[in-house]
């Protein structure tokens, strides 16, 4: 889910879906407290709420506060270490994902994608670009969005490359990283290669170990000049 989404349209999102449990962040908890309002519908659906990040300060919400049965998600699987849980057989038609709209026109709309869509386009860039478990993948876009959860995340799943996700895009510190974490590839967008491209030129500015990148779109005004300053492939 966005994770800027509150109030009405985090209600919507929670119905429409139906969730049987909800994972989310200690800093993100106090957005909960808009159910609390009788006129507010909580989904009947959510058995659980568990929370990732920090067992720190607590001063906006208390566990008893929560509207469903609440518990740290470290904690539920040290619980179940060594128990198999009971899968069902999905089908590669079956849905994987909801994915909602950017709700220009009105509420987000929910958007079924089934195993097979997902994995056909990470199959498709990891054909594409040339992924192996020997490559490293760098990408700084949220996971709720389709590009990081598709073209990165699940590229590195199906290749068996190394996912190195960070929280937030940062032009002038992205080669650092790459060299620190070795990235051999990242995902991008043009206003992100912009960004890259106004900085300072260095004289390190080949000396990184990145192949190529992928994304859309490249801007043409500059976009073979990016790759021979930095020594990469763009494919678009």
Known sequence: IHNEYRGPWLEHVL????????????????????????????????????????????????????????????????????????????????????????????RSKGALLSHRAALSLANEVVETVGYTNTDAMYTAFPLFHASAKFTAAMVSLVSGAKSVIHPKFTASGMWDICRA???????????????????????????????????????????ADFEERFDIELIE
């Open 181 to 223: 974490e070795n990235v051999t590839g990242f995902t991008y967008v043009g206003a992100m290669l912009a960004q890259i491209w106004k900085q300072p030129r260095c004289n390190d500015d080949r000396d990184n170990p990145v192949r190529r990148a992928w994304g859309a779109p490249a801007p043409v005004e500059f976009a």
């Open 15 to 106: 119905n429409v879906t139906e969730p049987k449990a909800l994972v989310i962040h200690v800093d993100l908890v106090d957005r909960l407290s808009y159910f609390e309002s009788d006129t507010v519908a909580w989904p009947d659906s959510i058995e659980a709420i568990w929370l990732v990040g920090a067992r720190g300060d607590q001063d906006n919400w208390s566990f008893d506060s929560l509207p469903a049965p609440t518990s740290f998600l470290d904690d539920v699987l040290i619980e179940n270490v060594g128990t198999k849980p009971d899968l069902p057989i999905v089908k590669e038609t079956d849905p994987a994902y909801i994915l909602f709209t950017s709700g220009t026109t009105g």
